[in-house]
């Protein structure tokens, strides 16, 4: 449905995006992720064609962005835009939600129908008589996201939808954007630094890294299965090696990294040099050699850092190379860990993701 | 000394009294400038809209123009649609010199580029991404350009007082185009000038009177409407 296709931008001498190619299909909800300032508000940018591509080209129904200004505000009819910072419109809050319908000439039993309707979508019952410029940012983003669905859009673009909410919030938003997708079909195409949004909300995720595409998937080749070093560290991947294959037994694989053998599930030929990665959540610790695990690799070693994250305890292990670990911190209490504790880094041989390097 | 006081007196008496002369040129010089702020207003908004949302070659230059403009003598604003005006001119035909409203005319040209250039300067004012946000909402040029200038209103209001105050408060234009004629096209600032020379101080202290409550009128609009 929406085609970019070596799309590059630049604002005056600044390159903001570079060679940009993909395919967002209709009912999708498509997700960006990447730190800030990477040029996904100038994707959504282009999506809404506020801006034209510099070069490249972008198709919506296989026809072309650049187009007169009419038929750009028919595209612009059939998408909302939430912006990550959105504006409030004088007036109060029923004026700002009902603009776009008044755009569209609805007549006014319509309007107000269907404001209200949109306001109770977002919780934002009894607030249509509210001055919009007085409200919090919260209550604004949920104005904006009630202002957006209230011309009820083929394509929904949100920038950082819930940037500004707090959690409960955040899970009301999460949800109703589920259930226009499902409800409605909505095709749905949002930006977020937060990679768990965006593996909770998203059909295919694009990971967008130094003003263009490092990798489009499912969450699970993204998060598990990076494409390279930079997309890798990005969605956490935080255990990243170079070794080489010293010998591959129908598919599993031992892989040299600087003189630590580990075992994985690769097709990758002996003496192939490749890049090893697998997320601190694959690895579990254990106190004694456990003869039991179905784990290929348990590697001895000392623990020499702990950091605690929330319910979760993020370790660094000195195992001839350095692992990072993520247990629940229950875990870590049941079986006594601490810093200098000497333990086993048990994971499976297709917890280990492996790319073969470019020569 | 004594003169200015009595005169002062007597201004106030002749204000009390609600002389029916001081009444008749206050509300001639009210019609005259409201009219001019009006016409000015339905021709400067659109341009300065115009101006504000479209790109063209020597906009710049354009804007200095007119913010050159808003010091535009009011002699030189007489004088020019004197000449517009009088019986060789091009629009002689019309016979509008020394009526009132050819005095708007006047007044009008005076404010359309003080009133343009607050319409420029208000229409600024609002945040780029209102813009964004107006336009992605599906709006057509004209729909865009219309709700900005709504957003703008306030502001804008504020230039179109501004531009009343400088229409009410001008001689020059009103003196060579109206020509002062008693009854017909005498107003508050050229019935000042006539009857101090002719020492008639009460009755031009009067009308001072009047025309700084009038200013002090304005200001106060101008503050409360900044205030929104």
């Known amino acids: ?359 | 000394m004594n003169e200015i006081v009595d005169g002062f007196i007597q201004a106030v008496e002749l204000i009390v009294s609600l002389d029916p002369e001081v009444l008749e040129i206050t509300a001639r010089s009210l019609l005259i400038s409201l009219a001019a702020t009006a016409v000015a207003a339905l021709i400067a908004i659109p341009i300065g809209g115009y101006i504000h949302f479209r790109e063209f070659g020597g906009k710049r230059g354009l804007v200095t123009i007119i913010q050159t403009l808003y010091a535009l003598p009011t002699v030189i604003a007489g004088l020019f649609v004197f000449l517009l005006l009088s019986r060789v001119g091009p629009l002689g035909f019309l016979g509008l010199l020394f009526t009132p409203w050819g005095m708007v005319i006047g007044q009008t040209v005076l404010v359309v580029p003080l009133l343009v250039g607050m319409t420029l300067i208000a229409l600024s004012g609002v945040e780029k991404t209102i813009q964004d946000e107006v336009i992605s909402l599906g709006a057509t040029s004209s729909q865009t350009i219309w709700t900005i200038v709504k957003e703008a209103r306030f502001a804008i209001l504020g230039g179109v007082i501004l531009g009343f105050g400088r229409a009410i408060s001008e001689v020059g234009a009103a003196m060579i185009i109206g020509g002062n004629i008693r009854g017909y096209t005498r107003v508050l600032t050229t019935a000042i000038a006539l009857e101090t020379s002719m020492g008639n101080i009460a009755f031009s202290i009067a009308l001072g009177i009047i025309l700084l409550a009038i200013a002090l009128l304005v200001t106060t609009a101008l503050f409360l409407v900044q205030e929104r």
């Open chain 1, 1 to 359: 449905m929406i085609e970019f296709s070596h799309v590059s931008k630049s604002f005056g001498e600044k390159n903001v995006l570079n060679d940009l190619t993909f395919r967002i299909e209709k009912g999708e909800i498509f997700t960006f992720i990447g730190p800030s300032g990477t040029g996904k508000t100038t994707i959504l940018r282009l999506i809404n064609v506020l801006e034209l591509p510099t070069s490249g080209s972008i198709l919506i129904d296989g026809k072309d962005t650049r187009v007169s200004e009419r038929d750009k505000v028919a595209l612009r009819r059939r998408m909302s835009v939430v912006f990550q910072k959105p504006a409030a419109l004088r007036g109060n809050v029923f004026q700002n939600v009902a603009l776009g319908l008044k755009f569209r000439n609805t007549q006014s039993e319509e309007i107000q129908r269907r404001v209200s309707e949109a306001l109770g979508l977002v919780g934002l019952e009894g607030y249509a008589e509210r001055k919009a410029t007085t409200l919090s940012g919260g209550e604004l983003q949920r104005v904006a996201i009630a202002r957006a669905l209230v011309t009820k859009p083929e394509i929904l673009l949100l920038d950082e939808p819930t940037a500004n909410l707090d959690p409960a919030s955040t899970e009301r938003i999460e949800n109703l954007i589920l259930s226009l997708s499902e409800k409605f079909g909505t095709t749905i195409i949002l930006s977020t630094h937060d990679m768990v949004q965006g593996q909770r909300l998203a059909t295919r995720i694009a990971v967008i890294l130094n003003r263009t595409l490092g990798q489009v998937g499912d969450s699970h080749e993204i998060f598990y299965q990076p494409k390279n070093r930079e997309v890798a560290r990005m969605v956490g991947v935080d255990n990243i090696f170079e070794g080489t294959v010293v010998s591959n037994d129908a598919g599993l694989a031992t892989i040299d990294i600087n003189g630590t053998p580990v075992i994985a599930t690769c097709s990758h030929l002996q003496g192939s040099r490749v890049t090893v990665y697998m997320r601190p959540e694959d690895i579990i610790f254990l106190v004694g050699k456990d003869g039991k695990s179905s784990a290929r690799n348990e590697l001895p070693g000392t623990i020499t850092r702990v950091t605690p994250m929330g319910p979760n305890m993020k370790m660094k292990m000195d195992a001839g190379i350095t692992l990072v670990a993520i247990i629940t911190r229950r875990s870590y209490d049941e079986l006594g860990l601490s810093k200098g504790a000497s333990v086993y880094a048990s994971f499976k041989a297709s917890a280990i993701h492996v790319v073969k390097n470019e020569e």
